[in-house]
């Protein structure tokens, strides 16, 4: 019951500052070219130092590293269920190409950084549940610039040296080299982690801000209309975060499968995230509807608000 109000706490405190940021934007304080700073100095700087210095504080144990695998394990039978999820919805509904593209990724990939990410460490004080929510990102961001690029390009003009270029970012580089300090046991002195972790802190409330900035000038009226978003809705926020729950609470009591409840509780959370912000990007760069890209994210997210506590009392009670 605790752990459940302090979901809903962060989620409400995580509302406030998103509806700070629309009123930024509102005002014109957020602009466009103050959304593009925010946006980069969060992927490029502070969430890869609150990655970083979270994993080079964890401490090894057997149990750590055996949760760490299955977490890879059933976050790649996550982006499966959601993928075969988009793309039957997409065809029921027939969506022309450059829509049934945007529906089928959205349907995938959700928003662990700027949401996912902030949540998380809200909800567990322990470093431990940051390196699940980094594993999580690490698949999806394997995925983000391999398939997601495949199914919007149809591998046109798609380099093999593109996509890797794309996966050798900031955040990978952080997690592989927080995993190296992690597995040698060695940490920052103390005079040099402590600015890192102080700017690591300001990941959340930047990530937020960001959010509620870009979920502004975006037509309610013609969301509404859209049925093909409910069943994507219901499908990401909902049925495929509770279909892993079964699947996984399943092998955990029949199959002899050791998989921690917190490690558990991080994969099903993230995969309820509300659709990713960067599809809407990667979709105005490969031709794709951009416009609908963005109404998944508002509508999404305004759900999420409830759907999240309502995907955690799940977990708790199943």
Same mark, same amino acid.
């Given at each position: 019951?605790? $752990?459940? $109000?302090?979901?809903?706490?962060?989620?409400?405190?995580?509302?406030?500052?998103?509806?700070?940021g629309a009123v930024g934007s509102w005002l014109r304080v957020i602009n466009e070219s103050v959304k593009g700073a925010v946006s980069?100095?969060?992927?490029?700087?502070?969430?890869?130092?609150?990655?970083?210095?979270?994993?080079?504080r964890l401490e090894m144990s057997g149990e750590l590293i055996a949760n760490g695998f299955w977490a890879i394990i059933f976050s790649l039978l996550s982006f499966l269920l959601l993928h075969l999820a988009g793309r039957f919805t997409a065809l029921a509904f027939r969506l022309?190409?450059?829509?049934?593209?945007?529906?089928?990724?959205?349907?995938?990939?959700?928003?662990?950084?700027f949401l996912g990410f902030p949540l998380i460490a809200a909800l567990y004080q322990q470093e431990e549940a940051l390196f699940f929510a980094s594993v999580f990102y690490m698949v999806s961001s394997f995925l $983000?610039?391999?398939y997601a690029v495949f199914r919007l390009k149809q591998q046109r003009q798609v380099s093999f040296?593109?996509?890797?270029?794309?996966?050798?970012?900031p955040n990978t580089a952080a997690f592989a080299i927080g995993l190296l300090l992690f597995f040698v046991q060695w940490r920052f002195p103390r005079i040099i982690e402590t600015p890192l972790r102080s700017i690591g802190a300001v990941t959340s409330p930047l990530a937020l801000l960001y959010i509620g900035a870009s979920l502004t000038g975006i037509r309610l009226k013609r969301i509404i209309k859209r049925f093909d978003l409910y069943a994507l809705t219901l499908n990401k926020l909902i049925v495929i975060p509770v279909v892993l729950l079964v699947i996984i609470n399943f092998l955990v009591r029949h199959t002899g499968v050791e998989f921690g409840e917190m490690a558990k509780t991080v994969?099903?959370?993230?995969?309820?995230?509300?659709?990713?912000?960067?599809?809407?990007?990667?979709?105005?760069?490969?031709?794709?509807?951009?416009?609908?890209?963005?109404?998944?994210?508002?509508f999404t997210t305004l759900l999420s608000v409830v759907t999240l506590p309502m995907v955690y009392y799940l977990i708790t009670i199943f």
């Amino acid at each position: 019951m605790m $752990q459940s $109000q302090v979901i809903v706490e962060q989620i409400i405190i995580a509302g406030i500052i998103v509806f700070a940021g629309a009123v930024g934007s509102w005002l014109r304080v957020i602009n466009e070219s103050v959304k593009g700073a925010v946006s980069r100095l969060v992927f490029n700087i502070s969430l890869p130092l609150l990655i970083l210095t979270t994993l080079s504080r964890l401490e090894m144990s057997g149990e750590l590293i055996a949760n760490g695998f299955w977490a890879i394990i059933f976050s790649l039978l996550s982006f499966l269920l959601l993928h075969l999820a988009g793309r039957f919805t997409a065809l029921a509904f027939r969506l022309p190409e450059r829509s049934a593209a945007v529906h089928e990724l959205h349907t995938m990939f959700g928003n662990v950084v700027f949401l996912g990410f902030p949540l998380i460490a809200a909800l567990y004080q322990q470093e431990e549940a940051l390196f699940f929510a980094s594993v999580f990102y690490m698949v999806s961001s394997f995925l $983000q610039w391999t398939y997601a690029v495949f199914r919007l390009k149809q591998q046109r003009q798609v380099s093999f040296h593109q996509r890797f270029a794309n996966l050798l970012n900031p955040n990978t580089a952080a997690f592989a080299i927080g995993l190296l300090l992690f597995f040698v046991q060695w940490r920052f002195p103390r005079i040099i982690e402590t600015p890192l972790r102080s700017i690591g802190a300001v990941t959340s409330p930047l990530a937020l801000l960001y959010i509620g900035a870009s979920l502004t000038g975006i037509r309610l009226k013609r969301i509404i209309k859209r049925f093909d978003l409910y069943a994507l809705t219901l499908n990401k926020l909902i049925v495929i975060p509770v279909v892993l729950l079964v699947i996984i609470n399943f092998l955990v009591r029949h199959t002899g499968v050791e998989f921690g409840e917190m490690a558990k509780t991080v994969i099903i959370l993230e995969t309820a995230m509300p659709c990713m912000n960067m599809i809407v990007i990667m979709a105005r760069n490969y031709g794709a509807d951009d416009e609908r890209a963005s109404e998944n994210v508002l509508f999404t997210t305004l759900l999420s608000v409830v759907t999240l506590p309502m995907v955690y009392y799940l977990i708790t009670i199943f």
